[in-house]
T-cell receptor, first 114, second 115 residues
Framework: QQQVKQSPQSLIVQKGGISIINCAYE??????FPWYQQFPGKGPALLIA?????SEKKEGRFTISFNKSAKQFSLHIMDSQPGDSATYFC?????????????FGQGTRLTINP | NAGVTQTPKFQVLKTGQSMTLQCAQD?????MSWYRQDPGMGLRLIHY???????DQGEVPNGYNVSRSTTEDFPLRLLSAAPSQTSVYFC??????????????FGPGTRLTVT
């Protein structure tokens, strides 16, 4: 079963706009929520991560918003740039289930038009 | 540091053939994992290891074997390749969660086609 659901599958945003990708999870034991960025032909790389004890984390133009009661979290990319065009994956894991057992969302292909 | 390395980058197999995908890391990480990536399905965990000599199954382990004889290496074996195993395979490693090492570092991937 898909424990982490991600939407949309694809997203096109104009340069300078805000990109928003959403994820929902089912397992309340998850305690670590990373976002990975993947460029074509490359492996995923950690972009930003959040723990459930905070509602927001910001790193430069990238922000994670976390809603524990709704079991949802989202990635916001401010002032989106063509170099942000990539596939983004949300993921989740829980220490009680083995911290290495990341469960990934389906991925979002983001295109930033210049 | 080279990080996580994988070989080969590309491989074509015939149904029924066996092969080993190699993975190595030079960060002295305890944890290593194998994922497969398929369109529209994200990455799914195949097998993982919490240290040398210790391995366990992930979400999609059937048709794959792993072993971990050293901290650095974590090979993935396909016993009898099937077309359903056509995918991109990623190896990842991370440190101990006890020291805050939740970040997983991924290799560049191996693109496998089974005909």
């Amino acid at each position: 079963q898909q424990q982490v659901k991600q939407s949309p599958q694809s997203l096109i945003v104009q340069k300078g706009g805000i990109s928003i990708i959403n994820c929902a999870y089912e397992n309340t034991a998850f305690d670590y929520f990373p976002w990975y960025q993947q460029f074509p032909g490359k492996g995923p790389a950690l972009l930003i991560a959040i723990r459930p004890d905070v509602s927001e984390k910001k790193e430069g133009r990238f922000t994670i918003s976390f809603n524990k009661s709704a079991k949802q979290f989202s990635l916001h990319i401010m002032d989106s740039q063509p170099g942000d065009s990539a596939t983004y994956f949300c993921a989740a894991s829980g220490l009680d289930q083995g911290a290495q057992k990341l469960v990934f969302g389906q991925g979002t292909r983001l295109t930033i038009n210049p | 540091n080279a990080g996580v390395t994988q070989t080969p980058k590309f491989q074509v197999l015939k149904t029924g053939q066996s092969m080993t995908l190699q993975c190595a890391q030079d960060m002295n990480h305890e944890y290593m994992s194998w994922y497969r990536q398929d369109p529209g399905m994200g990455l799914r965990l195949i097998h993982y290891s919490v240290g040398a000599g210790i391995t366990d199954q992930g979400e999609v382990p059937n048709g794959y074997n792993v072993s971990r004889s050293t901290t650095e290496d974590f090979p993935l074996r396909l016993l009898s390749a099937a077309p359903s195993q056509t995918s991109v395979y990623f190896c990842a490693s991370s440190g101990s969660p006890g020291t805050g090492g939740r970040e997983q570092y991924f290799g560049p991937g191996t693109r496998l086609t089974v005909t």
